[in-house]
């Protein structure tokens, strides 16, 4: 296994976008969710799979590795990930968790260079019934008002608990996951603001979803809440060719809690002989 090492690309509006780069193999991206980073949300994966592939592991702007900047639009960090997929220069693989598996599904339906897609447990905001819409805005609303006392690590706590279960939330926390999630906190509550006022095209398109020709592969906790199940049913349903698989006794926090089960999935959907030609 080689040492760690670090990619760099620039995007179209000049930031600076980075990510860690571990293992040898064919290369697969990793897409964070909206709480991390590329390091923190895969670090328990990695040692799983840095054996077989070359895993870059790119952080949104304003995160990570990357550069600031205000733009955290849905549209406009698509066009990040496209721009760090091209620089690869070479058939990739997307793996996105959460947030970031409605960005490699938008992205695969634009480039032709993702080769196949992992969507863990993908979510349609836009999709969910108003009750669960509600509940969303009540605790980005309460992230908002813990932050406003810099309380970051009870914010991001606080959202968190909207998608992961109890035994999720203890994981986390022993992990040190939201300690070192909540200096984002601030930037969550900005793409928050900024997603409410997208009209552009998502993951959530039937156009969109309809447009990827890569395999797609859903994958989903068998203990994970009722709205998440919905968003991969609904993806899997729209991608056409797309089959969706569960991971036992995880929820949504599956990279954190069951990274070994994740890995064998990945593992096998991502192998050569499973790759097109």
């Known amino acids: 296994m080689s040492s760690q090492r670090t990619h760099y690309v620039t995007t179209t509006d000049d930031v600076t976008i980075g ?30 799979l840095t054996g077989r592939f070359t895993c870059h592991l790119p952080s949104w702007r304003s995160r990570g590795l990357s550069g600031d900047h205000p733009d955290l639009s ?25 947030g970031g598996a409605g960005l490699a599904l938008a992205v695969a339906a634009q480039s032709d260079a993702v080769d196949a897609v992992a969507a863990v447990e993908p979510l349609t905001p836009r999709l969910m019934e108003d009750q669960e819409q509600a509940a969303l805005g009540d605790a980005v609303a ?39 999630a909540g200096r984002y906190v601030p930037d969550l509550l900005n793409f928050f603001q900024q997603q409410v006022k997208y009209q552009g095209p998502t993951h959530e398109d039937t156009a969109v979803l309809g447009a990827i020709s890569a395999p797609v592969l859903v994958l989903i906790g068998s203990d994970t809440k009722p709205y998440a ?43 050569p002989a499973q790759r097109p030609a």
């Not at 995880?250 to 959907?269: D, I, K, N, R, S």
């Open 142 to 180: 309460r992230m908002g008002e813990l932050a406003a006392e810099g309380r970051f690590t009870d914010g991001v706590r606080a959202f968190a608990a909207f998608v992961f279960t109890d035994e999720e939330m203890s994981v986390a926390e022993g992990a040190g996951y939201f300690e070192a």
């Open 74 to 98: 849905f549209g406009r960090l698509v066009d990040d990930v496209l721009d760090y997929v091209a620089s690869i220069a070479e058939p990739t693989g997307l793996v996105g968790w959460s």
């Open 19 to 48: 990510g860690a780069v571990h293992g040898e193999g064919p290369p697969l991206v990793f897409l964070q969710g909206v709480m991390g980073d590329g390091d923190i949300d895969w670090q328990a994966l990695l040692r799983h």
């Open 229 to 271: 199940t919905a968003g991969a049913r609904y993806v899997a349903d729209h991608v056409p060719n797309a089959r969706m698989q569960e991971i036992p006794d995880a929820g949504h926090a599956v990279p954190l809690t069951h990274p070994e089960a994740l890995a064998e999935a990945l593992t096998a959907f991502f192998s």
